[in-house]
């Protein structure tokens, strides 16, 4: 259990575009999800939280009208990188939490999105 | 704020070598302790966990201990195999938070 899918893998597109990313719970609902970034051989960089039906929180330095985030139903969150710039190509990562709060909690993780800017 | 250090790698080992990846960290309260492990081109998997002080997380022969009068926890295998090839990645989340601060990553090459 605890399956978390993204789709697409992988994407390449030109400047200029857009480029939308999926993000799912297969098997349990997730009220909050979490898109991350990964730059080559670095960690992870938390852009952004996703609240089922409500607005998305940005951490600090991501800019919320560049990356839109949708959190549509209990088991679908998206990430549109609009305007995409060959900057933005990165790995993509999104994530679910099943329990809210606690001390087991734990985040389930996505496979990631390869964004390639041309 | 919380944070996690890691040893910085590559770490390179032979097959059935013993591998020790050092963490320690930073943090108010008691946090949970996280290693992650991500195998190249994918996502991050759940490798094990400790929700507090002297509890041991194990799986697939990785094992890491939550010493809270070191703030440390290490991750050990006692024989690495070439398929353990990975970047693995301490992380911690704070009190009823489920958001974990990653630390920066290990980077483990085993040669057959």
């Known amino acids: 259990g605890a399956v978390v899918s993204q789709h697409p893998s992988r994407v390449i597109c030109k400047s200029g575009t857009s480029v939308k990313i999926e993000c799912r719970s297969l098997?349990?609902?997730?009220?909050?999800m979490f898109w991350y970034r990964q730059f080559p051989k670095q960690s992870l960089m938390l852009m952004a939280t996703?609240?089922?039906?409500?607005?998305?929180?940005?951490e600090q330095g991501v800019e919320k009208d560049k990356f839109l985030i949708n959190h549509a139903s209990l088991t679908l969150s998206t990430l549109t990188v609009t305007s995409a710039h060959p900057e933005d190509s990165s790995f993509y990562i999104c994530?679910?939490?099943?329990?809210?709060?606690?001390?087991?909690?734990?985040?389930?993780f996505g496979p990631g999105t390869r964004l390639t800017v041309l | 704020g919380d944070s996690v250090t890691q040893m910085e790698g590559p770490v390179t080992l032979s097959e059935e070598a013993f591998l020790t990846i050092n963490c320690t960290y930073t943090?108010?309260?008691?946090?949970?302790l996280f290693w992650y492990v991500q195998y190249p081109g994918e996502g991050l998997q759940l490798l094990l966990k400790?929700?507090?002080?002297?509890d041991k997380g194990s799986n697939k022969g990785f094992e890491a201990t939550y010493r809270k009068e070191t703030t440390s926890f290490h991750l050990e295998k006692g024989s690495v195999q070439v398929s353990d090839s990975a970047v693995y990645f301490c992380?911690?989340?704070?009190?009823?938070?489920?958001?974990?601060?990653f630390g920066r990553g290990t980077s483990l090459i085993v040669h057959p």
């Open positions: 994530s679910a939490a099943r329990v809210a709060g606690g001390r087991d909690n734990e985040q389930f």
């Open positions: 098997d349990f609902q997730a009220t909050t």
């Open positions: 996703s609240n089922e039906g409500s607005k998305a929180t940005y």
């Open positions: 943090a108010t309260g008691y946090p949970s």
């Open positions: 400790a929700t507090k002080a002297d």
């Open positions: 992380a911690l989340a704070s009190g009823g938070s489920y958001i974990p601060t």
